[in-house]
């Protein structure tokens, strides 16, 4: 496996359901992030994990939870959601500090909450 | 408040160049990508500019003035290939990305 890698691709779930989105980057980054994308909005950074600390959570709801338990593994866990958190769930991973702080995405998963 | 604006969507012919532009208002600047994004696929990193001027790095360029908050990508000799969308991004003074919405290319034959 190269770059960024998530699982699963897609997931539908209901509001009572309770999963879990894997994030791996497989790139020695030592900062990992979870992105929101909805429809013609921009990215909404949720969480952030530098050096295995969350330094940033942006005020997300707390039916979204993360978990970071090495500097290469990043979840997402999920509980009673709603249809309005169907979005795509991007994972990023960037060294910092570094000249750029560039982020290289994973293909994302598709969630859909019925 | 902090705010990125790009256009929604953009049409533009096979082998053509076109101009995709940017404009922010952020707390500080520490530096502005560039991202290209194809239907359901993640995001990749084309360009990164910090200082005034032109990078240029095949058919893509990227411009920025920071005085205007203003930068562009100018994309020449389209191929159909390079229908995506395309994200401006800005670092605040916090190291934070500030995102826009994405514009969306149309790429005819």
């Known amino acids: 496996e190269t770059g960024v890698t998530q699982t699963p691709r897609h997931l539908v779930m209901g509001m009572t359901n309770k999963k879990s989105l894997k994030c791996e980057q497989h790139?020695?980054?030592?900062?990992m992030y979870w992105y929101k994308q909805s429809a013609k909005k921009p990215l909404e950074l949720m969480f952030v994990?530098?050096?295995?600390?969350?330094?940033e959570n942006n005020s997300v709801p707390s039916r979204f939870s993360p978990e970071c338990p090495n500097s290469s593994h990043l979840f997402l866990h999920l509980h009673t959601l709603q249809p309005e958190d169907s979005a795509l769930y991007l994972c990023a991973s960037s060294q910092v500090p570094s000249s750029s702080y560039e982020q290289y995405f994973g293909p994302g998963t598709r969630l859909t909450v019925t | 408040g902090q705010n990125i604006d790009q256009p929604t969507e953009m049409t533009a012919t096979e082998g053509a160049i076109v101009q995709i532009n940017c404009t922010y208002q952020?707390?500080?600047?520490?530096?502005l990508f560039w991202y290209q994004q194809h239907a359901g696929e993640a995001p990749t990193f084309l360009s990164y500019?910090?200082l005034d001027g032109l990078e240029e790095k095949g058919r893509f360029s990227s411009f920025l003035s920071r005085s205007k908050g203003y930068s562009y990508l100018l994309l020449k000799e389209l191929q159909m290939k390079d229908s995506a969308s395309y994200l401006c991004?800005?670092?605040?003074?916090?190291?934070?990305?500030?995102w826009g919405a994405g514009t969306k290319l149309i790429i005819k034959p």
């Open positions: 994990y530098s050096l295995e600390e969350r330094v």
């Open positions: 790139l020695g980054h030592n900062a």
């Open positions: 952020t707390s500080g600047f520490n530096g």
């Open positions: 500019n910090v």
């Open positions: 991004a800005v670092r605040d003074s916090n190291y934070q990305l500030i």
